[in-house]
């Protein structure tokens, strides 16, 4: 759900591996805030899912196909390849990730890996990442936990580098400070 819809810098996250998944499931990105969720499948796997040998396929969606729904998602496409949001999410998802090896660099054993791809990146700590996430907060930063040692980051496609730069500004105060070790 994550991975999709630019996430990554590509349109879905298993480009990167050049994979062409069976089934895929989309949402949360796909209506820009609006509620969706859609599968894409290929062929093969939608035969499957037919209620008869070239019928449709019955698989339901609460938010999906609606009017509403699906204009939001024509526009997220659109916004995301007229405004060449790929590119600028590979860009600024990789200036991103050096800046958070540098706190790795800076924190050794606090701050030991950063994961991801584009603007879905993860700084792996030795301690809580809640501590961090929470601390981070209290100082104006809005950051999340993925998995028991990771903070996540998912900034906007749009985030400007000053307000990356100002991020990783926060979480260095925050790690500076022993929080989460």
Not at 63 to 79: E, K, R, T, Y
Not at 92 to 121: C, I, M, N, Q, W
């Amino acid at each position: 759900m994550q991975t999709g819809v630019g996430r990554t810098g590509t349109w879905f996250g298993h480009q990167h591996d050049d994979v062409a998944p069976d089934v895929m499931t989309l949402a949360k990105g796909l209506g820009g805030g609006v509620p969706i969720g859609a599968i894409a499948c290929s062929e093969k796997a939608a035969a499957g899912l037919a209620s008869a040998p070239g019928g449709a396929v019955t698989h339901a969606s609460t938010f999906g196909g609606n009017p509403l729904a699906s204009a939001a998602a024509n526009a997220v496409f659109s916004i995301i390849d007229d405004d060449a949001l790929l590119a600028r999410v590979q860009e600024s998802g990789a200036y991103l990730a050096d800046k958070l090896a540098t706190l790795v660099r800076e924190f050794p054993g606090h701050a030991t890996e950063v994961r991801g791809r584009g603007l879905l990146l993860g700084l792996v700590v030795s301690g809580s990442p809640v501590a961090v996430v929470a601390k981070c907060r209290e100082r104006g930063l809005l950051l999340s936990v993925a998995g028991d040692k990771v903070v996540r980051f998912a900034p906007p496609f749009v985030a400007t580098i000053p307000l990356l730069d100002e991020a990783v500004s926060i979480l260095r105060s925050v790690l500076a400070d022993g929080i989460g070790k």
